[in-house]
């Protein structure tokens, strides 16, 4: 085993919700990108990761999830949850670059009625969603 997970984990709701398992993701290329950028001017900067569900539906068909349950974690769960070998990419950006990311983002959901609450300044998309605007604090 890799490691351990304390609670299950699936990525069967993560087009449109927060998933752990998005988030182990997410969590492991940030900590990565900080051990690599250590020592270097940008090592201090604010950091934002993302992940995408390669397994979340769609057209892999209604079985195309991960779910993984608490406890070993092993490389077959590694390879569920990132199947391709990407390249971890670290961009110095502006804020507004950012805004604009998010808002793309986001814009794959257009569909889905809004439900925006507000943490840390930002408005963070909650279950569904409809166009978004990205609100400043």
Known sequence: PLGRVA????????????????????NSMEAHARRVLAGTPEADLPMVATATPYRAGGRGGALNYTDI?????????LFDLCPFPDTLVALRITGADLVEQMER?????????PRVRRTSGWSKIGAFFSPVQMLRP
């Open 69 to 77: 349950r608490a406890g070993e974690l092993s490389v077959r769960h």
């Open 7 to 26: 609670a299950d984990m699936s990525t069967c709701f993560a087009q449109v919700a927060e998933s752990r398992a998005m988030r182990l993701v997410a």
């Open 105 to 113: 983002a986001a814009a794959i959901l257009a569909f889905m009625t």
